[in-house]
């Protein structure tokens, strides 16, 4: 697959005190990557330096396979933290003076977008008193109107309700799957971005310390299963006959055995459990979970 971005120990210190340490990372065509990290860890100051916001102390980046970033920049859309519109202006009028000063495409493109981002019924109404969920779309369809294959987002969801939520995490999956539209995106809702992104890295003290896929992660968390059954010491033994290879534990104090490294179908595990007579209450398959990994990795509160 295609690099859209690389960076190479990429550095940023202020003053004496350094905010990014040497971060490697590496962003495909195609992915969305979760850039996850706590409050102060460095996440906005390695975006800044990858659109071009503020300087990088050392290190390189590389967009599109170019080193010269001037003609890769203007492949990428960028969001940080509160979205640049003009207040009293409607959104259709922030989005043409952004089309004016970065589009080559048709003039369409304006309503084209404004219906993608969900503002085509917002009339007149002054960018400032919109939402927050509709001032984080603005800034988003603003960011489309120069076509851009990478989309850069910091916190696109922080602050949002709910339905502000869904509606942002909707609108970057189409634009991921329909239009190709790779995705950088910071948060540190991290339930929230495990429902979006494939690839995640995370960032603790200025430094990249994990890189991992959504199916690495599953390995790691050691999804299993729960088996809640009425004879749990029976079960347990036809349990050992039928899968040698899997790891069987009993949850104290409960009628649950948790089967560890089977990769058979859960429904198999319950025909042999009803065949030897053991009543099967319930399967479920355990939940990864991205925040439980993130702590275990970061340790402390988020
Ligand atoms: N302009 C700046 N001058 C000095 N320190 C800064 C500046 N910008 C950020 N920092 C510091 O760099 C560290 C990382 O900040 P930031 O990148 O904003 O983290 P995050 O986005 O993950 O919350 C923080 O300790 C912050 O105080
Ligand atoms: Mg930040």
Sequence with gaps: MEDVLLTNKLTKKYGSRLCVSEVSMNIKKGDIYGFIGKNGAGKTTTIKMISGLTKPTAGEITLFGEKNLSKGRCKV??????????????????????????????????????????????GKKKARDFSLGMKQRLGIGMALMGDPEFLVLDEPVNGLDPEGIVQVRSLLKDLNENRGVTIFISSHLL?????????????NNGRLIDEFSISELETRCKSHLDIKVDDTARALSVLKEACSNAELKLVEGTDTIEVHGYDGRPGELTKILAVNDIFVESVTKSKVDLEDYFMSVVGGEN
Excluded at 193 to 201: D, E, F, P, Q
């Design 191 to 203: 339930n929230e971005l495990s429902r979006l992104a494939n690839r995640y890295g995370i960032i």
């Design 77 to 122: 859309g960028t969001v940080i933290e509160a979205p640049a519109f003009v207040p009293h202006l409607s959104a259709r009028d922030n989005m043409y003076i952004q089309w004016k000063l970065l589009s080559g495409q048709h003039e369409n493109v304006i309503d084209e977008t404004l219906s993608l981002v969900g503002l085509k019924d917002v």
